[in-house]
């Protein structure tokens, strides 16, 4: 069946509410009993916000009534839920989020009653954060340049060094072309972020997972890049896939946020635009909007842009920063032709796992931020939720 164009989301989308996190009714609820109301406010208002559903695991069978139940119960509210999908094998390569289904048959099983459990309801999926940003026994461009030439960092043993890249590969394809054979489903693959792959690798990564029968790509999930930078990259991002696609020129020479930029001065980032400026006069090919990838952003933890750790062996940067602060709030009036929607993808005051700033094993180290061992990964972090809320820009 061939993929199904969805209608963009436009300025008067609503986006969905999901229930909260128990851990956020029970803070609430301590707050109110100790007299604190205001901050009990603040996280009200926070989960009260529109945020995406999460659905990380379970049958075939149990996907589909739980995407169902969901699904229904945004279309009875007249909004539209962002659903993530985050199965995948070898997901976060057996770091704080490890898990996924087993094998690949089995995860096309699970992302068909994912997606017969929308129906012909709509719905935008974010599939797979950091399915393209960690790819099993896989080399920046295929190994095709010196740079490039051995494995990134994510080498599993009980995958097949030989096939693992291109597994991962076929698998989002099939996602993508199953997700889509429904009528008002819109589907966004991982982009990363501003800090993370280069707009060139990003690219590639995309073409390949099949962003060209997608509606776009996501960035920032789970982390804190500011939304200017984002809009930036992203904007990068798909002029690199509309020439790489539409004329001879190769993703290695889309410029980045590393080159000719400097990625830790942003007034530099100018020269980046230029170079793709120039791409397009050299190639004659035209940027047009209409046709190019879209991206959504996730503002969720962004108010603040991103932490600057102290000096600890493995700062963790993305791991339960302190003093950050939700962003802006979801929205399809973004004012950018490409950027469809800002969104909060990830769910703010639940914890990136079990920090320890590179001081000792997960689950045995104290967080030195935070005084405590962190919540494990997707568990309600109270005290991390009320600095969000309290830090929040704008404010809640």
């Given at each position: 069946m061939a993929p199904v164009a969805a209608a963009d989301p436009d300025a008067a989308t609503k986006f969905y509410v999901p229930k909260p996190n128990h851990g956020a009714i029970k803070q609430i609820a301590a707050l109110r009993a100790a007299g604190q109301h205001d901050d009990a406010n603040l996280i009200a208002a926070m989960v009260d916000t529109p945020q995406a559903?999460?659905?990380?695991?379970?049958?075939?069978?149990?996907?589909?009534?739980?995407?169902?139940?969901?699904?229904?119960?945004?279309?009875?509210?007249?909004t539209v839920p962002v659903l993530v999908?985050?199965?995948?094998?070898?997901?976060?390569?057996?770091?704080?989020?490890?898990?996924?289904?087993?094998?690949?048959?089995?995860?096309?099983?699970?992302?068909?009653?994912?997606?017969?459990?929308?129906g012909d309801r709509p719905a935008i999926v974010v599939l797979e954060p950091d399915g393209l940003g960690i790819i099993p026994w896989y080399k920046q461009f295929r190994g095709t340049s010196a740079e490039a030439a051995s494995y990134e960092w994510c080498q599993p043993a009980d995958a097949d060094e030989a096939t693992a890249a291109d597994d991962r590969f076929a698998m989002l394809n099939d996602a993508v072309d199953r997700l889509k054979a429904q009528p008002n489903i819109r589907v966004y693959l991982d982009g990363t972020h501003s800090a993370w792959l280069g707009s060139g690798d990003a690219a590639h990564r995309l073409i390949q997972a099949g962003v060209?029968?997608?509606?776009?790509?996501?960035?920032?999930?789970?982390?804190?890049?500011?939304t200017e930078h984002l809009v930036k990259y992203g904007q990068w991002t798909s002029d690199c896939i509309r020439l790489a696609t539409s004329s001879w020129w190769q993703v290695e020479w889309c410029a980045s946020q590393y080159f000719p930029a400097n990625p830790n001065d942003f007034s530099t980032w100018g020269l980046t635009d230029a170079a793709y400026d120039q791409a397009f006069a050299d190639?004659?090919?035209?940027?047009?909007?209409?046709?190019?990838?879209?991206?959504?952003?996730?503002?969720?933890?962004?108010?603040?842009?991103?932490?600057?750790?102290?000096?600890?062996?493995?700062?963790?940067?993305?791991?339960?920063?302190?003093?950050?602060?939700?962003?802006?709030?979801?929205?399809?009036?973004?004012?950018?032709?490409?950027?469809?929607?800002?969104?909060?993808?990830?769910?703010?005051?639940?914890?990136?796992?079990?920090?320890?700033r590179g001081l000792g094993p997960g689950g045995s180290t104290v967080d030195p931020e935070w005084g405590l061992v962190d919540p494990a990964a997707g568990r309600w972090f109270p005290e991390m939720a009320l600095e969000l809320a309290k830090n929040a820009v704008p404010g809640l």
């Open positions: 559903a999460w659905f990380t695991r379970g049958t075939a069978r149990t996907v589909e009534r739980a995407v169902r139940s969901t699904a229904a119960r945004a279309v009875a509210k007249g999908a985050y199965n995948i094998p070898f997901r976060d390569c057996a770091q704080f989020s490890a898990g996924g289904a087993t094998t690949a048959d089995e995860y096309a099983d699970w992302v068909d009653g994912f997606a017969a459990g929308i060209a029968r997608a509606d776009g790509f996501f960035l920032n999930v789970s982390n804190y890049r500011l190639t004659g090919v035209g940027r047009d909007a209409a046709a190019q990838a879209h991206f959504v952003v996730d503002t969720s933890r962004n108010g603040r842009g991103p932490w600057t750790p102290p000096a600890y062996p493995d700062p963790q940067d993305w791991c339960n920063p302190p003093d950050r602060g939700v962003g802006p709030r979801p929205s399809a009036d973004t004012g950018n032709p490409l950027v469809d929607a800002y969104l909060w993808i990830k769910i703010p005051g639940e914890s990136d796992g079990e920090c320890t």
